[in-house]
């Protein structure tokens, strides 16, 4: 049995919290923060991470955007 860290969604409302969450596949922290990036999630660590529906950024469909928020992604 592997471990493999998984990020959820912290934003919560008057209603409920957003409880979105994603598997990484990975135990390494870096590994693990990098992948949930290219997904479109925001990193900010304890109680603040962000999916891509709720990810403070700009413009996610910006091809700059992208480019200045995925700059660790390893392309290979
Ligand atoms: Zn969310």
Same mark, same amino acid.
């Given at each position: 049995?592997?471990?493999? $860290?998984t +990020?959820?969604?912290? =934003?919560? %409302?008057?209603? &409920?919290?957003? @409880? !979105?969450f $994603?598997p990484?596949?990975?135990?390494?922290?870096?590994?693990?923060?990098?992948? +949930?990036? !290219?997904? &479109? %999630?925001? #990193?900010?660590?304890? @109680?603040?991470? !962000?999916?891509? @529906?709720?990810?403070?950024?700009?413009?996610? #469909?910006?091809?700059?955007? !992208? #480019?200045?928020?995925?700059?660790?992604? =390893?392309?290979?």
């Amino acid at each position: 049995m592997s471990l493999s $860290l998984t +990020v959820h969604c912290d =934003v919560s %409302w008057t209603f &409920g919290t957003c @409880g !979105r969450f $994603l598997p990484t596949g990975t135990a390494d922290p870096t590994e693990a923060t990098a992948y +949930v990036t !290219r997904q &479109g %999630w925001e #990193i900010r660590g304890t @109680g603040a991470d !962000r999916c891509p @529906g709720h990810a403070h950024r700009p413009n996610l #469909i910006s091809p700059l955007a !992208r #480019i200045h928020h995925t700059t660790t992604e =390893v392309t290979s």
